[in-house]
């Protein structure tokens, strides 16, 4: 599956165009794509760990750190069903990647998985042992 921003007229979408970006309903019923995503901006961030879940369902070191700093966080298990998005605020600011873990906050679109753990939108938590 690709994970390209698509409008639902078809037509690609930009992660940091707003005038290119549906709202959910338009999106939720659109027949354009594969699956939804949400375009990341005004405090909405994500921390991204790929490859954290293993096939028995146990996770990473890192990811259960990351969890832990963030226990309120609604997280959703990524469309390759080997890793985690963690949902939270942030003031806006470059994306970074760090090991294991990318940090975004703006200009950046994140294909939606499925729900892992429910929560609410948070300040998101770096973990020190990855942030220094």
Not at 17 to 28: F, G
Not at 120 to 125: A, C, N, S
Request: charged letters at 15%; aromatic letters at 6%.
């Amino acid at each position: 599956m690709t994970k390209v921003p698509t409008q639902v007229d078809g037509r690609n979408a930009k992660s940091t165009d707003p005038s290119t970006w549906s709202t959910y309903s338009e999106a939720s019923t659109s027949t354009v794509g594969n699956g939804l995503g949400f375009a990341l901006g005004h405090r909405f961030a994500c921390l991204d760990l790929d490859g954290c879940v293993s096939p028995d369902g146990s996770l990473s070191e890192l990811a259960q750190r990351v969890l832990a700093d963030n226990p309120d966080a609604w997280v959703e298990l990524s469309v390759s069903g080997t890793g985690l998005h963690v949902w939270g605020l942030m003031d806006e600011q470059p994306g970074r990647m760090l090991p294991g873990l990318e940090v975004y906050s703006q200009g950046r679109f994140i294909a939606l998985g499925t729900t892992y753990r429910r929560g609410g939108l948070h300040p998101l938590t770096v973990p020190e042992m990855v942030a220094a």
